[in-house]
């Protein structure tokens, strides 16, 4: 039965199962507005895509069985909307704002998932440089506040781990709360994300949204909005500075390709939407700082069958600040977190951004590991006697680099047994500055493996 606030604007005359056709009577309806039918006490929900004389194309947000031609349409004022209180902090919501993890939110106070966009007087390009306490991250991809950062990596080279991390280390930092859309999300790996982070007390600190990957094309495009609303909140509501993990941002991509192919338009190459640049700059735009708050985003980009050329892959790169690439051959040697030094980057690894020390010291461990790489090639061979004194220097100078990078986390301390630690960006400098200058070149490189800063190491001769 249709509620009494609620507008009658038209009737259905054709279904299918991505579009829904109607015939308007009033010329209230809009793109996106909300529109819905009633099947007995069931409402199935649309949300408008196109409208072309008369005739709206919306798009359902749930199953169209039981649909038929002819049904009343119905307003809905309001559209897709989420919670916009402090009720999101510890809750699962799918795409379209409804709580999926048993919970309940009495007295809701909710925003449409479109609302928001920041005028140019607000937005706030200036801020100041978040540091994580991850070395390799600060190190090798320093974030300013309402930075964009790629995240790339396959499974079980440790990417939830280093999430987790961040969640934490954020928190512990800043005592910011931070928000995960899963986008094509499986749906065992969002439930083991949940429980993940639960036993690690760190639920109560995070708000989720999940457009899973069985669910439509529209509820995986729209987990991207609602995420992004739940953030806006953090950041304006309660002027923080927030992280918001998207996985998949490429998900986004191909949902509203898929949506755009339904409602008959025209593809472009590759099968994409002809609005691809539009949607990813819509998303993208609405990630930044103000004099308040930031929202700072990591974001895992799928690149399909390895082609960086692509153009989807390229435009959602277009928009990004850095990149965090993890590698599975840095996590076989047991190097965690398996950050790919080589390939992992930022915008603000600059002179200016970092200043002339920490831009210059990373040019020297990036070049001292590259040295390493050619060398390890030679010593398989030939051994270590073939060096010169200046590469077998090079040589036993990046081990203890590499290994230095790698550090104990807070998240993983019931299982490995080593307490998490928190490294300020200054004593990384100094340590990665002793180490290079050989400072430490009597101590085995066994005392560097998951350390944050380096202790008063006992001098152990290794030559």
Same mark, same amino acid.
């Given at each position: 039965?249709?509620?009494?606030?609620?507008?009658?604007?038209?009737?259905?005359?054709?279904i299918s199962n991505l579009?829904?056709?109607?015939?308007?009577?009033?010329?209230?309806?809009?793109?996106?507005?909300?529109?819905?039918?009633?099947?007995?006490?069931?409402?199935?929900?649309?949300?408008?895509?196109?409208?072309?004389?008369?005739?709206?194309? %919306?798009?359902?947000?749930?199953?169209?069985?039981?649909?038929?031609?002819?049904?009343?349409?119905?307003?809905?004022?309001?559209?897709?909307?989420?919670?916009?209180?402090?009720?999101?902090?510890?809750?699962?919501?799918?795409?379209?704002?409804?709580?999926?993890?048993?919970?309940?939110?009495?007295?809701?106070?909710?925003?449409?998932?479109?609302?928001?966009?920041?005028?140019?007087?607000?937005?706030?390009?200036?801020? %100041?440089?978040?540091?994580?306490?991850?070395?390799?991250?600060?190190?090798?991809?320093?974030?300013?506040?309402?930075?964009?950062?790629?995240?790339?990596?396959?499974?079980?080279?440790?990417?939830?781990?280093?999430?987790? #991390?961040?969640?934490?280390?954020?928190y512990r930092g800043w005592?910011?709360?931070?928000?995960?859309?899963?986008?094509?999300?499986?749906?065992?790996?969002?439930?083991?994300l949940y429980d993940e982070?639960?036993?690690?007390?760190?639920?109560?600190?995070?708000?989720?949204?999940?457009?899973?990957?069985?669910?439509?094309?529209?509820?995986?495009?729209?987990?991207?909005?609602?995420?992004?609303?739940?953030?806006?909140?953090?950041?304006?509501?309660?002027?923080?500075?927030?992280?918001?993990?998207?996985?998949?941002?490429?998900?986004?991509?191909?949902?509203?390709? #898929?949506?755009?192919?339904?409602?008959?338009?025209?593809?472009?190459?590759?099968?994409?939407?002809?609005?691809?640049?539009?949607?990813?700059? #819509?998303?993208?735009?609405?990630?930044?700082?103000?004099?308040?708050?930031?929202?700072?985003?990591?974001?895992?980009?799928?690149?399909?069958?390895?082609?960086?050329?692509?153009?989807?892959?390229?435009?959602?790169?277009?928009?990004?600040?850095?990149?965090?690439?993890?590698?599975?051959?840095?996590?076989?040697?047991?190097?965690?977190?398996?950050?790919?030094?080589?390939?992992?980057?930022?915008?603000?690894?600059?002179?200016?951004?970092?200043?002339?020390?920490?831009?210059?010291?990373?040019?020297?461990?990036?070049?001292?590991?590259?040295?390493?790489?050619?060398?390890?090639?030679?010593?398989?061979?030939?051994?270590?006697?073939?060096?010169?004194? #200046?590469?077998?220097?090079?040589?036993?100078?990046?081990?203890?680099?590499?290994?230095?990078?790698?550090?104990?986390?807070?998240?993983?301390?019931?299982?490995?047994?080593?307490?998490?630690?928190?490294?300020?960006?200054?004593?990384?400098?100094?340590?990665?500055?002793?180490?290079?200058?050989?400072?430490?070149?009597?101590?085995?490189?066994?005392?560097?493996?998951?350390?944050?800063?380096?202790?008063?190491?006992?001098?152990? %001769?290794?030559?």
């Amino acid at each position: 039965m249709s509620n009494v606030n609620e507008k009658k604007i038209g009737k259905i005359i054709s279904i299918s199962n991505l579009n829904v056709q109607m015939l308007l009577d009033h010329s209230e309806v809009s793109l996106r507005s909300g529109l819905c039918t009633y099947i007995g006490d069931r409402r199935v929900s649309f949300e408008v895509a196109q409208i072309a004389g008369g005739i709206a194309k %919306a798009i359902p947000l749930t199953s169209v069985n039981g649909l038929k031609k002819g049904m009343d349409v119905y307003l809905l004022p309001k559209g897709i909307e989420i919670e916009y209180s402090d009720n999101i902090l510890g809750k699962v919501f799918n795409s379209y704002g409804q709580l999926i993890d048993g919970q309940t939110i009495e007295s809701p106070s909710t925003r449409n998932i479109y609302d928001k966009n920041l005028t140019l007087s607000e937005i706030d390009i200036n801020g %100041a440089v978040l540091w994580t306490g991850i070395k390799a991250l600060d190190f090798f991809a320093p974030m300013q506040k309402g930075y964009k950062m790629g995240m790339l990596g396959g499974a079980g080279v440790g990417k939830t781990v280093l999430i987790k #991390e961040l969640i934490n280390n954020v928190y512990r930092g800043w005592g910011s709360n931070s928000v995960f859309a899963g986008i094509g999300e499986r749906s065992r790996e969002g439930k083991e994300l949940y429980d993940e982070m639960m036993e690690s007390g760190l639920m109560d600190k995070l708000a989720v949204v999940f457009g899973q990957m069985g669910e439509s094309s529209m509820a995986r495009s729209r987990a991207a909005y609602s995420g992004l609303t739940l953030a806006e909140y953090l950041r304006d509501e309660r002027n923080q500075d927030v992280l918001l993990f998207i996985d998949n941002i490429y998900r986004f991509v191909q949902a509203n390709a #898929e949506i755009s192919a339904e409602i008959g338009n025209m593809p472009i190459e590759s099968g994409y939407s002809t609005t691809l640049l539009s949607d990813v700059s #819509e998303i993208e735009e609405r990630i930044n700082s103000t004099d308040n708050g930031s929202i700072t985003s990591f974001q895992a980009v799928f690149i399909p069958a390895d082609d960086i050329t692509d153009m989807a892959v390229n435009t959602i790169m277009s928009h990004l600040d850095g990149q965090v690439v993890l590698s599975r051959k840095v996590a076989e040697k047991g190097i965690y977190p398996a950050v790919d030094v080589f390939n992992t980057t930022s915008k603000l690894l600059t002179v200016e951004g970092v200043g002339e020390r920490h831009f210059r010291l990373a040019e020297r461990a990036v070049a001292a590991l590259a040295r390493y790489q050619e060398l390890e090639e030679v010593v398989a061979v030939l051994g270590i006697d073939e060096l010169s004194e #200046e590469d077998t220097n090079i040589f036993y100078r990046a081990r203890k680099l590499r290994n230095y990078f790698s550090q104990p986390f807070f998240v993983s301390e019931q299982f490995t047994g080593i307490p998490g630690v928190f490294v300020k960006i200054e004593d990384v400098l100094d340590d990665v500055e002793a180490i290079l200058t050989g400072e430490y070149d009597s101590v085995d490189e066994s005392h560097f493996l998951f350390v944050g800063k380096i202790p008063e190491i006992k001098q152990t %001769a290794i030559y």
